[in-house]
């Protein structure tokens, strides 16, 4: 009987050391534009480039992602102003929109005023992040955040003086990112690792559910793991490098044939890419094998009625198998279908929302490990 309520006062005192954050599945940039009729238009002169945001450069990069639909909600400053991020494994800087700028991205969202702020202080260096359609440009700064109940003191972070027209049409204000220091603008310290170096979280790891089944029950866990979001085993895939959460990727398969990254190649677990990401012949080779034909822009057409007869594709991952239906990787735009796989100028390959819904994302930063495991 001790024994138990050992057990049980051990599990109380991790629960309350649980931090979970609801991630709203919202409008997405693409439904923003088609429902103002400037989506053709507008592709046509920012054409998707996924591979954008992963080429180093002296400022961080992002791209124009117009399917990226999770957010959620935190608050800077005393008191606290509430803004909606994306929380990216693919970026390590934070930035919100604030008040000192003009662009029309954020005159249509939330705007940070650091005047109404008793913990504000300003940073001594600009910051600069590329997109494929333009940049945000701004300042550094220092305040509290606070994320799903952990307070972040002194937290370094950006606020934009401009930004790039694509940001007008997304449904958050910015971004918090969650992947390493070593590839942040300015070398600015990152938000979960001021969380594990402050003891905030009871382990230095975060994890990831993105929910198949509606707008609702998306959430990043800090400091735990939920196991009602996923089935079986996790498998443990040690990292590449330690910068993006990436790892090595040893082929993909239809049918029992290597249809792309024969030999091996890295992949980067980005849950701020909303597609499946790789180089462009091997797109090319997996849209063909899955039926698709693509259209002048470059999307991968489907019949919305084959989705039942088409095929599985299977990522092996540090030696496992990690196998995705024709149902999820195929999306439906107003009853057109395309594949959710886009090609790019890199070698890398990106493994965004299509395959995180797939499969429950847990990522240890003192491990340097990624764990996976099938979602429910």
Known sequence: ??????????????????????????????????????????????????????????????????????????????????????????????????????????????????????????????????????????????????????????????????????????????????????????????????????????????SVYLSSHGEQGSEVVFGGVDSTHYTGQISWIPLSSATYWKIKMDSVMINGNVVACGGGCHAIIDTGTSLIGGPTSDIKNMNAWVGASTNQYGDAIVSCQNIQSMPEVTFSLGGHAFTIPASAYVLNHDNSCMTGFSGGDSNLWILGDVFIREFYAIFDSHSKYIGLAKSV
């Open 1 to 206: 009987m001790m024994k138990l309520l050992v057990v049980l006062s051990a599990l109380v005192a991790f629960s309350e050391c649980f931090h979970k954050i609801p991630l709203i599945k919202g409008k997405t940039a693409r439904q923003d534009l088609q429902e103002k009729g400037l989506w053709e238009e507008f592709r046509k002169q920012y054409p998707y480039n996924p591979m954008a945001k992963f080429i180093q450069g002296g400022s961080e990069a992002m791209t124009n992602d117009a399917d990226l639909s999770y957010f959620g909600v935190i608050s800077i400053g005393t008191p606290p102003q509430s803004f909606s991020v994306v929380f990216d494994t693919g970026s390590s800087n934070l930035w919100v929109p604030s008040v000192y700028c003009s662009s029309q991205a954020c005159n249509n969202h939330r705007k940070f005023n650091p005047q109404q702020s008793t913990t504000f202080k300003w940073g001594d260096e600009t910051l600069s992040i590329a997109y494929g359609t333009g940049s945000m440009t701004g300042r550094l700064a220092v305040d509290n955040v606070e994320v799903g109940g952990i307070t972040v003191h002194n937290q370094v972070f950006g606020i934009s003086r401009t930004e790039a027209p694509f940001m007008a049409h997304m449904a958050s204000d910015g971004i918090l990112g969650l992947a390493f220091q070593s590839i942040a603008s300015d070398n600015v310290v990152p938000v979960f690792d001021n969380m594990v170096k402050d003891g905030l979280v009871s382990q230095p790891l975060f």
